[in-house]
């Protein structure tokens, strides 16, 4: 008995079992059927934005067509306000890429001979939205931006434009958004040479850029013409390392969270406090099993980690432990089974004062998600189910009892990492590997879960 106790403990103690996810609650969809898909990926939308302009919250969603403006102030009826067209339109387009500061949204593309930067002045939404600035002189083309709002420095990533020559980053003064400046063009910082910055995250002078197939970096810009370099992570330095695409700062500055842009990679959790060196105390994933699903970008807000994960959709994260990472909610955008490509979910955008999530699916358009919060509040209250599982630890066999005036439309056992394993009966005779296991039972309301031992 005491040798069966000690085998109990140790269990216990050597599995973490994480809370799974809830399915999110949807309030709405918005999408253009007369628009066409890119030639590449049959993707007709791609980036997700979000503002607030006199008070109305609105999605902007770039498409093949341009970039669209959605008045999302009554989330289950959006409704398109304007279109901006791009310089270039089509199937040929793949990539937008949008950010805003001061009143003003700043536009690029990817692709197309014929694409520009788009400064937009929102101060007369819902009327009208002047383009103040549309240029191909300094972009032309660019994957990805992101501006530093302290030090109004636009990051332009994969930078091209016809008066300029390709670089891989490129940087921008726009305190004047009717004249941007260049301001200088990097292949290499601090003895790290880049042949690409596919994404960047910059906040107080600090970047930290996503260089594909050349790892991570970090620098320090707050003299952008001589920038130094504070730590880096090259693929051979890190676990399960592919394609380094995109990530996000926590809001205290001490984790960042990075995704690899390659099938069956995980994300990666970084602890950032210790420059130069850079650790990976934690992966984290979205609980699924094939080995096509894929990370595509990541966003950290009021202590949540949210990332648009292609085929698996939208996933939040609660980070506020970061030792103790739990996976709260998915929502399914994509019915795409998984496979070696690219569709389903491109973005997210949680800031808006609402707390609505804004994700756009890149065959589907645009979803409008409920708050986190609002989904955990209702769960709690709905968490009151009798059930339990018997015997418990268990050699295989092992009945579930369920209170039959609650409806229950699954049974499920988990993994410890949070991936479902099979369905479940109330009789069930398994085998299993030792170890912990989890039970979820649910319904359209919500969940409820219970660890389950198997020894031998």
């Not at 709405?28 to 049959?42: H, I, K, M, P, R």
């Not at 990051?155 to 434009?161: L, Q, R």
């Not at 986190?372 to 009892?401: A, C, H, R």
Request: aromatic share 10%; hydrophobic share 35%; net charge negative.
């Amino acid at each position: 008995m005491i040798k069966y106790l000690a085998c109990l403990a140790l269990l216990i103690a050597s599995f973490q079992v994480s809370a799974q996810a809830l399915e999110g609650k949807l309030l709405g969809t918005w999408s253009d059927s007369t628009l066409v898909g890119s030639s590449a990926f049959n993707n007709t939308y791609n980036e997700i934005w979000g503002i607030v302009s006199n008070g109305v919250e609105y999605a902007i969603l770039g498409s093949t067509a341009g970039t669209h403006f959605i008045d999302v102030s009554d989330p289950t009826a959006p409704r398109e306000v304007h279109l901006i067209e791009g310089g270039t339109n089509g199937p040929v387009i793949i990539h937008r890429d949008f950010h805003d500061h001061n009143g003003f949204l700043y536009v690029v593309a990817d692709e197309g001979s014929q694409s520009t930067l788009q400064i937009m002045d929102l101060s007369f939404l819902p009327d009208s939205i002047p383009v103040v600035y549309d240029s191909k002189e300094f972009i032309r083309r660019s994957h990805n931006i992101f501006i530093d709002t302290d030090a109004e420095i636009m990051y332009s990533c994969i930078s091209d434009g016809d008066e300029v020559t390709g670089t891989p980053l490129r940087l921008f003064d726009i305190s004047d958004p009717f004249n941007p400046r260049v301001i200088q063009s990097y292949a290499s910082i601090g003895g790290f040479f880049l042949s690409q910055v596919h994404d960047a995250f910059v906040r107080n002078d600090t970047a930290y850029l996503n260089a594909g197939p050349q790892g991570f970096l970090i620098a320090d810009f707050s003299d952008p013409l001589a920038p130094v370099g504070l730590g880096s992570l090259r693929p051979s330095d890190y676990p399960q390392s592919g394609y380094n695409h995109s990530g996000w700062l926590s809001e205290d500055g001490t984790t960042y969270y990075m995704a690899d842009e390659t099938h069956g990679m995980d994300l990666k959790v970084l602890d950032v406090t210790q420059l130069p060196d850079i650790s990976v105390i934690d992966t984290i994933d979205a609980g699924s099993s094939s080995r096509f699903t894929i990370p595509h970008n990541q966003v950290v807000h009021n202590g949540y980690l949210y990332s648009s994960y292609y085929y698996d959709g939208l996933q939040v994260w609660d980070i506020k432990d970061p030792e103790n990472i739990t996976r709260v909610m998915h929502y399914p955008t994509s019915s795409i089974p998984h496979r070696n490509s690219f569709e389903g979910a491109w973005g997210v955008y949680p800031f808006l004062p609402s707390g609505v999530i804004l994700v756009s699916d890149m065959q589907e358009g645009l979803f409008i998600v409920d708050d986190v919060e609002n989904l955990i509040s209702k769960v709690d209250e709905t968490l009151k189910v009798d059930w339990d599982i018997y015997p418990n630890p268990s050699q295989g066999q092992f009945k579930i009892t369920l209170d039959n005036t609650v409806p229950i439309n699954k049974i499920e056992l988990l993994s410890a990492q949070g991936k479902v394993i099979k369905s479940l009966s109330q009789d069930n005779d398994l085998d299993l590997l030792p170890g912990m296991y989890t039970v979820k039972i649910s319904n359209n309301e919500g969940f409820a879960t219970k660890k389950l031992i198997i020894v031998h």
